[in-house]
């Protein structure tokens, strides 16, 4: 038994396989991303904590001698065994090193990938059909936003994609749409870009805002942040039937359809809290900003002056 294994054993320490399942939980927590785990004590914590593991276990560490300048180098036990961990998780697809990660996120940290997602999802106990609604950066999604927030779209830009397959779903029509929606929120910073909504649920996995598309879908608009706009599940729906929508200056232009339709009145537009705002919240990085392109095809076809 190497001296490694052996101090453990001694320490009665929890396995690789248990520190590794519940990395993955709190990477879930932590919207897929931790950092490296000599940088975030925080984290640490929480995994120790999750698996039980004492102060008097914490404060263990191997000693080794470096040979050739002869000195000691202690390193903790607890810390060696959840980098382990983490490494097998590596080794599996499940997440990418923080090195890996650095190229995309600019940051070393530990990242799911969407096999790793799925495991967590599984180590949580959380229905995978709940996949595309919680705010977890994965790897591959996380290289789709990087892609999408670093391109300006040209000034005849055409939100209307008219090679977009409206029915065929596949696998990468799934993490585009994805990325399209972390993209949107996160340039929001999840909140409703109208009442300024921000709330998380209860278990602080999904955020209630949702990323509109300006263009929708079915009309083949394209999954870009130009065609998008973070709103709430209310204003969201408010801005798809045509009850509102955005002046290329971004301010709030309310229809006045109530006029003409009988179940309608002033207080449907009060209800839908039209009134208060003029301006709405925009990003602050002017290429993720909606474009006119996009406003303009929404005054057209979808908004009831
Ligand atoms: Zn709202």
Known sequence: MSYEAS???????????????????????????????NSDSEVVDKIAAKCGVSDAQRNVYLETIYRKENRLKRTSLWHRLIFRAATELANRGWVTRPTQTARISGNR???????????????????????????VRSYEVQKIVKELVSVTAPIDYDPVDRTKKKTRVTQETILRFRGFRQAVIEAYDFRCS???????SPDALRWEVQAAHIVPNYFQGRDDVCNGVALCHLHHWAFDVGWFTITCDYKLR????????????????????????????????????????????????????
């Open 7 to 37: 101090m453990l054993a001694k320490w009665h320490m929890p396995s690789r396989e248990r520190v590794a399942d519940v990395l993955l939980q709190v990477l879930l927590e932590h919207h897929g991303v931790i950092k490296e785990f």
């Open 109 to 135: 940290e530990w990242m799911l990938t969407e096999n790793g997602f799925d495991a967590a999802l599984k180590a949580s106990s959380i229905s995978l059909g709940r996949k595309d609604e919680l705010a």
């Open 194 to 200: 109208l009442c300024m909504l921000r709330i998380p």
């Open 254 to 305: 309310v229809s006045a359809a109530w006029r003409k339709n009988s179940r309608a009145s002033e207080e449907t537009i009060e209800r839908l809290g039209l009134r208060k705002r003029v301006e709405l919240e925009m990003p602050t990085r002017r290429h993720l900003l909606p474009h006119p392109n996009a406003l303009q095809w929404h005054h057209k076809n979808v908004f009831h002056p």
